[in-house]
């Protein structure tokens, strides 16, 4: 799929890396979007463009269940001088591998480009360097890249100490958006299939877009299938029960509805799945509602529940609308659970 919609994304790079090379001072960039939404096309793009002779040096962080100190610094060893990458394996100190490093990173002629790919998964030593590199970036001739993903990265999350200490004169915040209705009607029609479905599948993420028109029929493609169900099996139990109960609702799901069937309640365990899910991404919610954040997410959960307990579950969603007062916009969500 071409790259749509981008090109004030990638003119603000071209621009800071300009900026950069002109005048040896270095910057950084906090590039950030939903799972999907293209950060790893955009830099691709952009590494393409820069003058030939340019060194890129790009490395990332890994979904690990316990994520290696330092993984994606020393991922990238193997370009750094026998020195420094001798410091790496050997676990030195903060305080003499940090400046050392960096200094390491900003040598050469022009200016060099570093790129670390989803730090929302990064340990805390990546992260204690990055906030040493930020706070010290404008000393060299180097653009610092990092990208993550925006939902799920809350108060608590690590990374929002170091987005918050970075500092405002030399960062550049750039956020993606989903692709418009037009740019997927484009697409679409370019396939011959119905931009409404899926614009209404997709709601512009990139990737689904790209998957659901390489698809055959209106099957959800397994590469999208896939991605769901490994992100719902990283959930806690009481986090997976809920998302399974929130796949019951097409749109979003009423909490007053949630507690009528005992899928969710007041008590604090209940609020941590909720916030769980949340920061998996795998839900988005309000004071009122929770609900998925694609339709095809949605589906994919609801297929992967025990069809029992998808009767069930339905059973309980009709019981619960039967005994509030009745609402015109219920009878068709009544039907549905029917």
Not at 87 to 103: E, K, W
Request: aromatic share 4%; proline share 6%; glycine share 8%.
């Amino acid at each position: 799929m071409p790259l749509l919609e981008r090109q004030r994304q990638l003119a603000a790079l071209r621009e800071r890396f300009d900026a950069v090379l002109r005048s040896g001072r270095g910057a950084c960039v906090l590039l950030s979007g939903e799972a999907g939404i293209g950060k790893t096309s955009l830099l691709r793009h952009f590494a393409q463009q820069l003058p030939p002779g340019t060194q890129v040096l790009s490395c990332g962080c890994e979904a690990l269940f316990t994520p290696r100190p330092l993984g994606p610094l020393i991922d990238l060893a193997g370009h750094l001088p026998p020195s420094v990458e001798h410091l790496l394996h050997q676990g030195a100190p903060q305080a003499s591998l940090f400046p050392t490093l960096l200094r390491c990173l900003g040598e050469g002629a022009g200016a060099r480009v570093l790129i670390v790919e989803d730090l929302h998964w990064a340990d805390v030593g990546t992260l204690d360097f990055l906030r040493f590199a930020g706070r010290r970036v404008h000393e060299l001739p180097l653009l610092l890249i990092v990208s993550h993903r925006a939902e799920g990265v809350d108060a608590e999350h690590p990374l929002q100490r170091l987005l918050g200490d970075l500092p405002a004169a030399s960062t550049l915040r750039i956020e993606l958006p989903p692709l418009s209705r037009d740019a997927v009607t484009s697409l679409a029609h370019a396939a011959g299939r119905s931009a409404d479905a899926l614009f209404a599948a997709s709601h512009g993420n990139p990737l689904y877009v790209t998957e659901l028109l390489a698809s055959q029929g209106n099957a959800i493609p397994a590469t999208l299938r896939d991605a769901v169900r490994a992100a719902l099996a990283r959930l806690s139990p009481r986090a997976r029960q809920l998302a399974f109960a929130v796949s019951l609702f097409p749109g979003r799901a009423e909490l007053e509805l949630l507690r009528a069937m005992d899928a969710f309640g007041d008590d604090a365990a209940s609020h941590e799945a909720a916030t769980e899910c949340m920061r998996a991404a795998m839900l988005v919610g309000d004071a009122t509602t929770l609900a998925f954040r694609h339709e095809i997410a949605r589906n994919v959960v609801h297929e992967a529940m025990a069809p029992h307990a998808r009767a069930r579950g339905h059973a309980a969603a009709l019981a619960a609308y039967g005994a509030r007062r009745p609402r015109d916009e219920d009878i068709a969500l009544r039907v549905h659970h029917a």
